[in-house]
């Protein structure tokens, strides 16, 4: 499994009517995220932010099905936007930078 962070911007529609009918939104976002084949770890509103509404931490089985997750998301009409970003663990990333190494005669171009 993958880790990802979804990131959305609620649309204004959706946010009158979370005002007019307050919700908790942790379980329809979590259901979402399972019927995709993931499972959610964190579950935040950032209503003082310009650029996103809210952010989920995940676990998915791969980048489709989390752009999946966006589409099916954005079809709904309730967001602005809603977007996913792949996020490693400390573990991960060391290997990432192990692997990098292998890069680090290249030279950019026109060097």
Known sequence: MMHFMFRWR?????IGKLVASPQNRRQPAAALIEGHGGR?????FTFTDDEC???AITEMPDGDHAAALCMAAMATGGFDSFTMTRCWTPEE??????E??????YRPPGS
């Open 10 to 14: 609620l649309a204004p529609s959706a």
């Open 40 to 44: 959610m770890h964190q579950y935040f």
């Open 53 to 55: 509404s809210g952010f």
């Open 93 to 98: 990333a060391e290997r990432l930078m192990q």
């Open 100 to 105: 990098a190494q292998k890069s680090k005669n």
